[in-house]
């Protein structure tokens, strides 16, 4: 069973730096595209990047403007997204998600989320 | 990016309703057009992928259709727990980017 495992609620200050993880299982994590999504309180979603973890191949969103690093550890079968310099906007669930194959497959499996708080 | 618009953005209907929701992409997008369902507090699932294919496990009264930059959802006749927000999300080009959402209620 394809499972992809979160790290827990973080809380954060402002101007501060995490990173959480995402442990896929069930399937050869090299072979399959590992994406985040954001989704602010009480809005819609937003796509961040992905990684392949075969060779951590990676696509951002531009939007982030430097501020998200998005990072694959194959021996561990886990993604990571980093953030830095956090804004009280940042407040968010981060979901992992995988892609079904190559590029331009849908997100068949995602994390159960990771809840981010940043506050003074 | 491609600028994804849904429609409804809301939409009250009941039990036994045929219920479609629209997404029109900003440009053409051929079949590359997923759709989720999001209940509150849980993360998002894949109801259909490639515009029109049933993902496994998802029940037969939803379906998909469209290409380019006109694409339905349908729910056939509506059950209680069809209750939720769905998305659809463009994967033609990076970034992906993702409808608003339309909130079905009861």
């Known amino acids: 069973e394809v499972q992809l495992v979160q790290s827990g609620a973080e809380v954060k200050k402002p101007g501060e730096s995490l990173r959480i993880s995402c442990k896929g299982s069930g399937y050869t994590f090299t072979s399959s595209w590992i994406g985040w999504v954001r989704q602010m309180p009480g809005k819609g979603l937003e796509w961040m990047g992905i990684i392949y973890p075969g060779d951590s191949d990676t696509r951002n969103n531009p939007s982030s403007q430097g501020q998200v690093t998005i990072s694959a550890d194959k021996s561990i079968s886990t993604a990571y997204l980093q953030l830095s310099s956090l804004k009280a906007s940042d407040t968010a669930m981060y979901y992992c998600?995988?892609?079904?194959?190559?590029?331009?497959?849908?997100?068949?499996?995602w994390g159960q989320g990771t809840l981010v708080t940043v506050s003074s | 990016d491609i600028q994804m618009t849904q429609s409804p953005s809301s939409l009250s209907a009941s039990v036994g309703d045929r219920v479609t929701i629209t997404c029109r992409p900003s440009?053409?997008?051929?079949?590359?057009l997923d759709w989720y369902q999001q209940k509150p507090g849980k993360a998002p699932k894949l109801l259909i992928y490639?515009?029109?294919g049933l993902q496994s496990g998802v029940p037969s009264r939803f379906s998909g259709s469209g290409s380019g930059t006109d694409f339905t959802l349908t729910i056939s006749s509506l059950q209680p727990e069809d209750f939720a927000t769905y998305y659809c999300?463009?994967?033609?080009?990076?970034?992906?980017?993702f409808g608003q959402g339309t909130k079905l209620e009861i």
């Open positions: 440009q053409s997008i051929s079949s590359y």
């Open positions: 490639a515009a029109s």
């Open positions: 999300q463009q994967s033609y080009s990076i970034p992906y980017t």
């Open positions: 998600v995988r892609l079904r194959g190559w590029l331009q497959s849908p997100f068949d499996y």
